[in-house]
């Protein structure tokens, strides 16, 4: 661990420290996986990690979060919690990320407030900053709440290298999302679409080692991978294995983008919806 890391992890520690008792937003990414885990060595029974689940979040990283918190032996809690239950998060325009944090964070409050915890706390990092991310601003506006690895400055990177160096599982995990963030601005979010957009990637994971994701555009699935992984795909065979695959899960049309896997590219139509 260099100086300059090596220092923001000691404010984090700091931080953790005069936080007293904490609930972490546990998403089973690299990101909640170590402040989880640091919150843990300051705080010890003093911390909870809460994972909220509903159908915009993959059944395997739900999975994952029961399996990750069992190995590293912190008390984990599975909570409910229907987005869709929200008409303007449902209705999926620009700010959808915003009504979905004021959800899951306000039943995270809730839970932490009943079960005697201080905070709660977002895993959000430095680099999220260099993103459209309206979820930060939900959060920032909630009491009792707080970024830590923000705070502190940590990047992607940064907490990468540190949780390799604390043996964390999730060292090298690729970055996840919702599954409503496949679902194109405008088109509104169900149920069947969320269901649609899971199975459609367990599809296409077969053949791929690097980051999927099928992107919603109502009656057309537009399949993002690594770069890498675009030569498998468009071969004769597996296109046509895979294109029969997810209309039979109801998509009219199967495309494969080809300038490939890249985070937030439903945002390059925000400008647009704007005009």
């Known amino acids: 661990m260099d100086t300059e890391t090596c220092c923001k992890v000691e404010a984090l520690m700091q931080l953790l420290s005069r936080l007293k008792s904490v609930v972490v937003g546990f998403s089973a990414g690299a990101d ?13 029974e003093k911390m909870a990690a809460v994972t909220t ?9 739900k999975e994952e979060a029961v399996k990750i918190t069992r ?9 409910p919690v229907d987005e869709l239950e929200c008409a303007d998060f449902a209705a999926n325009s620009r700010q959808r990320c915003y009504f979905c944090k004021k959800k899951r964070f306000g039943a995270l409050v809730e ?28 959060v920032s506006e909630m ?3 707080r970024s830590p690895l923000l705070e502190v400055g940590l990047t992607k990177a940064e907490i990468r290298a540190v949780s ?13 999302a919702c599954l409503s963030s496949r679902v194109a601005y405008g088109l509104t979010i169900t149920k069947e679409r969320l269901g649609q957009i899971e199975q459609a990637e367990k599809v296409v994971k077969q053949y791929c080692s ?22 498998t795909l468009a071969a004769p065979e597996n296109a046509q294995t895979i294109d029969r695959a997810l209309r039979e899960l109801g998509f009219k049309f199967v495309t494969l983008d080809l300038a490939g896997y ?14």
């Open 32 to 44: 909640s996986t170590f402040l989880m885990a640091a919150a843990s060595r300051c705080l010890k």
């Open 53 to 61: 689940y509903s159908a915009t979040f993959p059944s395997s990283e």
């Open 71 to 79: 190995h590293l032996g912190i008390h984990h809690v599975l909570l």
């Open 111 to 138: 839970w932490a407030q009943k079960h005697g915890y201080a905070w709660v706390l977002d895993g959000a990092n430095a680099d999220d900053c260099m993103d459209y991310r309206p979820g930060m601003k939900a």
């Open 143 to 145: 009491e009792n709440v």
């Open 164 to 176: 390799r160096e604390w043996s964390l599982p999730t060292w090298n995990k690729p970055s996840a």
């Open 210 to 231: 690097g980051q999927v994701r099928v992107r919603h555009h109502d009656n057309l699935a537009r399949i993002e991978v690594s770069k890498k992984d675009i030569q």
């Open 262 to 275: 890249r985070t937030g590219s439903m945002n390059e139509l925000l400008g647009k919806l704007d005009t």
